[in-house]
């Protein structure tokens, strides 16, 4: 398994996942995911952390061997439409999130270049590589813009 696959696993294993268990918090205030494996013989640990709901910020970092950062993707996003709660945007927001790495026309950082799900139609488009790359997500509920995130990132090195 190359390091795209298991960010892809780990993407599907944490928040897009609905039935995905919080861990312990790792700041004040934040929502943190985590997913580990172990490939090649190399302990790889995944962790997300998000602070907020409908308007939030957060971080991923793909951990080797628990001391050595690898690849990290910050992002930020708005609910457009202030009557949607969190839950309604979780509602639209995961099934997307879990179609990661089925579209090659994206990077495999979010979900795939369009989705839609009833109502709700998801986008994403990316720019660069997976070692350096910018992103912009959108969800429209008919035509109407109701979310927006950005997100950068790319491959750390010391």
């Known amino acids: ?48 952390t998000y602070f907020g709901g409908t308007q939030f910020m957060g971080e991923e970092v793909v951990y080797c061997e628990d001391s050595m950062p690898l690849w990290g993707m910050n992002y930020y996003g708005v609910t457009l439409d202030e009557n949607l709660s969190e839950e309604a945007m979780d509602k639209a ?27 709700y139609r998801y986008t994403f488009k990316s720019n660069g590589k997976i070692e350096s790359f910018t992103g912009i997500e959108e969800i429209h509920k008919n035509d109407q813009l109701i979310f927006r995130l950005y997100c950068h990132g790319g491959m750390i090195q010391s």
């Not at 928040?15 to 490939?39: F, H, M, P, W």
């Not at 099934?95 to 009833?118: F, H, S």
């Open 1 to 48: 398994m190359d390091f795209t696959q298991f960010l892809i696993k780990a993407k599907k294993q944490t928040y897009a996942n609905g039935n995905a268990k919080k861990v312990n918090s790792s700041r004040l205030g934040s929502n943190d995911y985590q997913y580990e494996e172990e490939i090649e013989g190399k302990l790889m640990k995944y962790h997300d």
């Open 93 to 119: 927001l995961r099934p997307a999130l879990m179609q990661v790495g089925e579209d090659t026309c994206v990077l495999p950082v979010r979900g795939p270049n369009q989705y839609q799900n009833g109502e």
